[in-house]
C-alpha cells in the first residue's frame, strides 16, 4: 500500500527520523492556518505548498511551489488544490490534487550549501536482505543516474537478522562527503531511517531529496513510502491511512468483497478457488495459446454472492473476451459452486457479454456439471484441465 508523502513522514518522524515539518490542508483557508502555525513552531516566513497525489515527479509538473508570504500560500494553495496534476510518473491524464502539504521552507533564503542526497531503503530480493541505496546526486530521478554516472549511486546490504550496523551508517555518511556535525546527523538518519523500515513493516522508503541545510541538520524533504500488505494487520494506524481514491477501482472493490485479484494483461478472466490452483490455471491458459486478464482467488467460500462479485470485478476488464471458472470441490461442493455461478449468471442478465468454460472438479463434480449443462444458459462446461483450457482457445478463435 502507499501512503501520501505526509502521510509517510508521519511514519518517518513515529521512528524519530528528521523530516521537513508540514501541516496538510484541503482548502486555501486550512493552507494559511497551517502556514502560521509553523510560522510559530519554526520561524520560517516562507512554504512549500506540495500536492499531495501518489505519484512523483510533482515538482516536474508545478505541484511543488514555494510562498513567500500568506497570500502567496492561499494563491499556491488555490491553484495546486483540485488541479489535474500531469508529472512524468502519472498518465496524460494526471491526478487530481485533494489536499497539499504546507511545509516549512527549508532550503533558507540567501542559503549557501544546500545539499540534496538520495537514500531509499528495500528489499534485495536476490540476495534475500534488506539494502540501503544512496546518492550523491539527490533531487534528480534516480533512474537518470543509474543510466548516465551509476558510479555515484551506493549500495549497503543490511543481513536483517543483524541489523545495521554502527559502521554501516558511518560509512554511509562518509561516501556521501559529510564531515563534523553533518556527518553525525548523517549517520543517526540512516540508523533511524532503517529502524523505520523494520518497524513499520515496510515495502520500499524513497527519500528523495534528503537535505542536509546550510546549518548541517539532515532532513527528509520528501518520502515515498510503501507499506508491505501483508503486514497491515500489525498495523491499524497504517491501514486508516489508506486513500482509496488514489487507488485502482477494480483492486478497490475485490479488497472490499475479500477477493484476491491482480490484474494482468490479457484478454482470458480467470476465476479459481486457491490461489495455488490460480497459478497453475494461469499457466495452463498461456500453455494452449492464451492470455490470462488477471489472477483471482475466490477463496474457500464460493457462493452466489461472491461468484456475482467477482464475475463483476472481472468484466469490469473491457479486455476480457472470455472466462474460464476453475473450481477444485474440496471443502466446499461442486454443485453449490455450481448453483453459485448459475445463479449469479441469472442475476446479471445481459452483463455476462463473453463465453464462459466451467471447470468443476472434486466433490460432487457430476451434479454439478450436470446443473451448468441443463441450466440452459451459454456456459460450457468441462471436466478435465487441459479440456477446459482448450475449449477457451476455441472459443477466442
Ligand atoms: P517530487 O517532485 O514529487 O519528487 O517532490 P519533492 O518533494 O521531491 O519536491 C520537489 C523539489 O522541490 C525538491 O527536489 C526541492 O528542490 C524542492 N523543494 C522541496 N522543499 C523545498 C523547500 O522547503 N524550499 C525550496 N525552496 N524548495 C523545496
Ligand atoms: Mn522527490
Known amino acids: 500500500?502507499?501512503?501520501?508523502?505526509?502521510?509517510?513522514?508521519?511514519?518517518?518522524?513515529?521512528?524519530?527520523?528528521?523530516?521537513?515539518?508540514?501541516?496538510?490542508?484541503?482548502?486555501?483557508a486550512e493552507a494559511v492556518t497551517a502556514a502560521k502555525q509553523l510560522t510559530e513552531e519554526t520561524g520560517t516566513g516562507w512554504h512549500v505548498i506540495k500536492a499531495q497525489v501518489h505519484a512523483g515527479g510533482r515538482g516536474k509538473g508545478g505541484g511543488v511551489k514555494l510562498a513567500k508570504s500568506l497570500d502567496e500560500v492561499a494563491q499556491i494553495a488555490d491553484d495546486i488544490i483540485g488541479m489535474q496534476?500531469?508529472?512524468?510518473?502519472?498518465t496524460a491524464e494526471g491526478k487530481k490534487v485533494h489536499q497539499v502539504l504546507v511545509a516549512e521552507d527549508v532550503y533558507y533564503p540567501g542559503d549557501s550549501e544546500p545539499k540534496e542526497f538520495y537514500i531509499s531503503v528495500l528489499l534485495n530480493r536476490a540476495t534475500g536482505r534488506n539494502m540501503i541505496m544512496y546518492s550523491t546526486e539527490g533531487g534528480m530521478d534516480i533512474e537518470t543516474v543509474a543510466e548516465q554516472t551509476p558510479e555515484l549511486i551506493f549500495t549497503e546490504e543490511v543481513d536483517p537478522t543483524v541489523g545495521l550496523l554502527p559502521f554501516q551508517a558511518r560509512k554511509v555518511a562518509?561516501?556521501?562527503?559529510?564531515?563534523?556535525a553533518a556527518f553525525k546527523g548523517m549517520t543517526k538518519f540512516v540508523t533511524a531511517l532503517y529502524k523505520a523500515y523494520v518497524g513499520a513493516d515496510a515495502a520500499l522508503f524513497e527519500i528523495n531529496?534528503?537535505?542536509?541545510?546550510?546549518?548541517?541538520?539532515?532532513?527528509?524533504?520528501?518520502?515515498?513510502?510503501?507499506?508491505?500488505?501483508n503486514a497491515l494487520f500489525r498495523?491499524?494506524?497504517?491501514?486508516?491511512?489508506?486513500?482509496i481514491r488514489e487507488e485502482n477501482p477494480t483492486d478497490v472493490a475485490a479488497r472490499e468483497v475479500g477477493l484476491n485479484y491482480v490484474a494482468l494483461d490479457g484478454n482470458v478472466g480467470c476465476m479459481v478457488n486457491g490461489a495455488g490452483l490460480a497459478m497453475a490455471t494461469m499457466d495452463l491458459i498461456k500453455q494452449a495459446g492464451g492470455d490470462p486478464a488477471n489472477f483471482l482467488d475466490v477463496g474457500g467460500t464460493a457462493d452466489a454472492a461472491r461468484v456475482e462479485a467477482a464475475f463483476r470485478i472481472i468484466l469490469q476488464d473491457p479486455k476480457v473476451k472470455a472466462i474460464l471458472i476453475n473450481i477444485f470441490g474440496g471443502i466446499v461442493r461442486c454443485?453449490?459452486?455450481?448453483?453459485?455461478?448459475?445463479d449469479a449468471y441469472k442475476n446479471m442478465g445481459d452483463a455476462i457479454k463473453v463465453?464462459?468454460?466451467?471447470?468443476?472438479?472434486?466433490?460432487?463434480?457430476?451434479i454439478a456439471k450436470k446443473l451448468i449443462d441443463d441450466s440452459g444458459l451459454e456456459v460450457q462446461s468441462a471436466v478435465l484441465f487441459q479440456e477446459a483450457a482448450d475449449k477457451v482457445q476455441a472459443v477466442l478463435q
Open 235 to 243: 498495523h491499524p494506524d497504517f491501514e486508516a491511512m489508506r486513500d
Open 335 to 342: 454443485d453449490r459452486v455450481a448453483q453459485g455461478i448459475v
Open 355 to 366: 463465453p464462459i468454460i466451467v471447470r468443476l472438479q472434486g466433490t460432487n463434480s457430476d
Open 209 to 229: 531529496p534528503v537535505l542536509k541545510t546550510s546549518d548541517d541538520k539532515i532532513i527528509a524533504v520528501d518520502a515515498k513510502v510503501t507499506l508491505d500488505d
Open 1 to 28: 500500500m502507499n501512503v501520501h508523502e505526509y502521510q509517510g513522514k508521519e511514519i518517518l518522524a513515529q521512528f524519530g527520523v528528521g523530516i521537513q515539518r508540514g501541516v496538510v490542508a484541503t482548502t486555501p
Open 174 to 180: 562518509f561516501n556521501l562527503g559529510l564531515s563534523g
Open 85 to 90: 496534476l500531469v508529472t512524468p510518473q502519472t
